[in-house]
Structures are given as C-alpha cells and as structure tokens.
C-alpha cells in the first residue's frame, strides 16, 4: 500500500524542502520506494536532488488535465528515490487552476492512479510556504501530514494555523482520512534558550504528535543542496544525516505501532 | 514625499518580516515617521510589535473597497511608527481579490490617498513568501523594493527569480517607476564557508545593489518578537540592533545621494 505524506508549513523557511528531500533519501536506505513529489514553483526540491528545473517538466499540464503524472516522473541519481520535478511556471497553476472547477481535487486526480498502482511505499509531497491552491490541493489529497517547524517564535505562531486547518479540512469531510502523522522540530540550537523554549512548548501542547528526533542546525544541511545531493550521500557521518536517517527509522516505526 | 517600499522575497524565512519590523523602528530612531503594512496572512509584522491579529482589522474590507486604508492606521508603542495589521482572513483576499476586476491594482489605489497625504517619510510593505495576488499587488503599488536574502543556497537560487520579476514589471509597464532599493544579506554567520561564498556571489553578480550592512545571525533578534519589540528596544546594544540601525543609516545615505 502507498502513502500519501504532505510536508506542509505556511511559515517559510521552516525546512519543509530539506526534510523532503532528506526524510525520501533515508527512506530508501532502509529500503523503501519514494516518490518526490515537487508541488512548490521555487523548485528547490527539484535542484535539491541535482535535476534542472525544466520548462513543462512539472505537474501543471497534470493539473490541467492535459498529461498523466506518470509521465513526469523521472529518476533522481538514487536508487528507490523517483521524483516529479517542479518549475516557475507552476506559479500560473494557481490561476489556471483557481479559475476551473474541482479546484481543490485536482492534486488527488493526479496521485491516484500512480498511488493504486502500489510502484512506491510513500509518495512525499513538498509544499510552498502559503495556503493557496496548490498546498490546499496537496492536504486534500494526502492521508498525512507532517509539519516541519523551526524552533523560532514565529514558527511556533503558525503552527496552530496548520493544525487548526487539518482538523477543519477531516471534520469537514474534505478529506476524512487527513491525520496529522507528526511534528519535526528543525533547525534545533541546544546553545540558546529560544530554542529551547518552543521545543518545550510543543511539546507541552502537543506531546505525543512531536518526533523525538530533533534535527540539529547544521551547516552541512545547507550545503548539501548546492551539490545536489541529500545529506546521507553529502556527508553521511554528519549530524544532520544521522538525524534524518534517525528520522525515517521513527517515521517507520511510528506507524508499524499504530 | 512619501516613499512606498516594499520587503519582498518568495522565498521563505530569509528575513522579510524581521527587517520589516527592525527597519522601521530605526528609521524612526531617526527621526523618520514610517507606517508599517502588514499584508501577509501570518501576520507575524502584526505580533511582532505587540498587536493582537484582529478579526476585520486588516487591509482586508480596503481592498474590497469597503473601507479606507486611513481607518485602518493603528498606533504602535512607538512614536513616529504606526501599523496596518494582519489576520488571517486576509488569506481569502487572494481568491476574492482575484475573482474582481483590477486584481492587481487594489493595493495601490488603497495606499494612495494616505501616501499623498504625505503623512510619512515611509510606508513599507511586509510581504508574504510567495509571488501570489498580495505580493503582486505589492509590486505593482511601490516605487522601489527592498529584498532580504539569507546567506544560504536556495535563497541565492530564488533571487534571479525575483529581479527578473522586477525587470518584466517595469519594463513592460505594469510598474514603470519600480526599481530595486537593494539586497540585504540576512543571518549572516561569518563561521561558515557558505555564508561566506553566498555574500561572495551576490557581490559579484549585483555589486552595487547590495547594501554593505550585513545582518548578522543573533539569537536575539529571534527573541525580540515573542516580547513584541522591534530589536533597538529589545536589546539596544546586540549586534542585531546596531545593524539594523546601520542599515536604516545607509538606506537614507544611498537615497540622498541619488
Ligand atoms: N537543520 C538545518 N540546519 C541548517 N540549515 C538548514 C537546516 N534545515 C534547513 N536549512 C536551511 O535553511 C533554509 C530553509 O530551509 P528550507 O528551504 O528547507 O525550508 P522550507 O520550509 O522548504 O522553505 P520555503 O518556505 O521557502 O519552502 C535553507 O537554506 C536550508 O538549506
Ligand atoms: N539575523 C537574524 N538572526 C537570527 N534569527 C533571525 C534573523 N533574522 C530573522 N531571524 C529569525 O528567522 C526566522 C525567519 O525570519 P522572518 O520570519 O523575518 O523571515 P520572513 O522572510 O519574513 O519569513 P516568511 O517567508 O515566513 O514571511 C524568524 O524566526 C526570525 O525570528
Ligand atoms: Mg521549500
Ligand atoms: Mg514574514
């Protein structure tokens, strides 16, 4: 059976591309298929892994209807790690898609047929930093979400936003089956008490939907990416891959106990 | 006359809301009177000076064109610096706003009466992480941005994205007074290679633009806005506040010297 996972934070910069990338990467060192799904016009995810952002090569003809999912996926340099590039013109998806109708499914139609045809254990999905259209359209097509989130205040603000917006969108009947699958604390720097303090914060309110694994600060996560590489290949003894590979053995586990 | 600047990046958490805020207070320390808009749906510019985020408060109803920008003017606890706050309802301004006519001049005709009023040195215009309906509003109402860029990988990728966005805009009319104020270079860590090579970069491909201040990474510009005090109040002798205030020093110097 494929799972559907969308990164998804409306804060910016909160490590939603770099867990994206890195959670993939380690998922297929403990030998499970990923497919990246790049949902945001930056296309960070897409240079992240060392693939060029190519004009027509994203989802947006999917979203129109013009072209199947299938047909954009490509291979990244990993074995078990396929992904469906992004690019700037995604940005007109928002509109285009705006303006038709089942603007909200659009996503949905596009992941089923490749999701039923079980080719992959996950299907992750990197979300832009807004509400819009084309992350409203990944949380009604995922059963889960996890929400990366910096240790900073203004990160600690949102996330009773996404939270709010995830009950909203299961008890609605927008997508029943949503579920919040967890919370990633990134960025974490023990030396100060800012950090500190929101981790202790989230995990009074939230205890037992906050990963044990906290992804440390470090420099070598914000290297990695100018080389294309995730942080298990890039410097696999790093603090950072040791986190992520940590991480993926949690994200796994997590869900053979539910 | 009234400068109307806006802080504009799609990339998120480089450090838009955070020079927002800190620019703004020291411009007033110098004796500039500066009104600060909110339009990012976060409304994280709004918390960070110590307002609440009140329902119907924001720039929401003006951009409708049921209500004047002028009775949404708050004070904040600092003189000579006043705010139009956030909510999160200005999330759905994008789909209204997009669905009428004129969709990308409504900030602009609802900034105009209080910017020839001449009330103000500066409106500046935090915006949110994304090239959507209120940030191109934004573009299309200012004469100038001012781009906070964090010294990292992905942040260095986004901003060809952002000054040729610039360029398309005043060339082809849309904005024909815009022009870019400068770069700032944000939570800069002069430890690591990265930073190093990034602020590198961008003085090679856009010398002149940069501003020399470089803000350095601080933890307590983190801190300040859980106590909803820009940093010159916060922690006046921190390396944040004195560059913030340099900064504000050297936006005034490069505009007399126009
Ligand atoms: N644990 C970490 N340690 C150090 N740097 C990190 C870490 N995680 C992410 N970064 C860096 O911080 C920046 C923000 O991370 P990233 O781009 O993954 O966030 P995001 O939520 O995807 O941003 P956006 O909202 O723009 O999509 C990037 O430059 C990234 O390389
Ligand atoms: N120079 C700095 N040193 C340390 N922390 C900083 C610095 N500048 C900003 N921050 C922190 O980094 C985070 C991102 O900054 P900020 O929220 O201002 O970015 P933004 O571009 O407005 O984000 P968004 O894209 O979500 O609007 C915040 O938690 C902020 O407190
Ligand atoms: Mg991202
Ligand atoms: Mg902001």
Redesign the pocket.
Known sequence: KTHVVALAN?????GKTTTSINLSAALTAFRKKVLLLDLDPQANATSGLGLPKTEGASIYEVLLGNATLDSKILPTAYARLDIVPAEVDLAGAEIDVARGDRYLHRVREAVRPVKESNAYDFILIDCP?SLGILTMNALAAVEEIVVPM?C????LE?LSVMLRLIDELSSSGANPHLRLEGIVMTMYDSRTNLAQQVVKEVYEHFSDQVYETLIPRSVRLGEAPSHGRPIIDYDPSSTGALAYRQLAREFLTRRNLR
């Open positions: 409306q804060k910016g910069g909160v930093p910096q900073e205040y203004y990160a949102g």
